[in-house]
């Protein structure tokens, strides 16, 4: 886990994980501005990975994320040609540009939503591949790319106070307490 904030690093400390580390990102990468590309060169090059090894980015702004998504990903890059992997959710909606016309479908054809197969959308929540090709690319991404399905609701991320209220309703129908 990567931060600057010694409340978050105590917090997430005090869960008890063995697991669970945290790195102390520098300054220049505790910005509103930093990328989160040069928050993970930063850790890769501190800790000294071997370049096979798989990295897993993981954003906490993607709380419904569960370990069987992790580890079905993780399978589906075993059985398939790809270099890295990204999470996606289906969208089923009908997107427009600032110049009035459609982006992903005829509206004079305009089909049903149920017939519609939609399109993945990048939800966030995480990112697979490995410290070579990060290290190599300077992205999280590279290489022959694939898509890992998640369900719609995982669309959601936290990054505005009203994404909480959604958020933890979401939490209470999909995950186990």
């Known amino acids: 886990m990567s931060t600057d904030s010694d409340q978050i690093s105590e917090t997430v400390l005090g869960f008890g994980l063995p697991r669970v580390q945290v790195y102390r990102r520098s300054e220049d990468n505790a910005q509103d501005t930093?990328?989160?590309?040069?928050?993970?060169?930063?850790?890769?090059?501190?800790?000294?990975?071997?370049v096979d090894t798989r990295f897993i980015l993981v954003q906490c702004t993607s709380p419904l994320t569960k370990s069987r998504h992790f580890r079905?990903?993780?399978?589906l890059m075993d059985d398939r040609?790809?270099?890295?992997l990204l999470s996606c959710c289906r969208t089923k909606r009908f997107f427009w540009n600032e110049d009035g016309q459609p982006?992903?479908?005829?509206?004079?054809?305009r089909p049903r939503r149920q017939d519609f197969d939609g399109y993945l959308m990048e939800n966030g929540a995480f990112y697979i591949s490995t410290v070579g090709d990060i290290i190599a690319n300077h992205n999280r991404l590279s290489g022959r790319i694939?898509?890992?399905?998640?369900p719609e609701y995982t669309g959601l991320e936290i990054d505005e106070p009203h994404d909480w209220i959604v958020g933890e309703e979401l939490m209470k129908k999909y995950t186990d307490t």
Do not use: K, Q, W
């Open 34 to 50: 930093s990328s989160t590309e040069s928050t993970m060169l930063e850790y890769l090059s501190a800790v000294e990975l071997p």
């Open 72 to 75: 079905e990903a993780l399978e």
């Open 81 to 84: 040609p790809i270099d890295s």
């Open 146 to 150: 694939g898509t890992y399905e998640m």
């Open 103 to 109: 982006i992903n479908y005829d509206f004079r054809n």
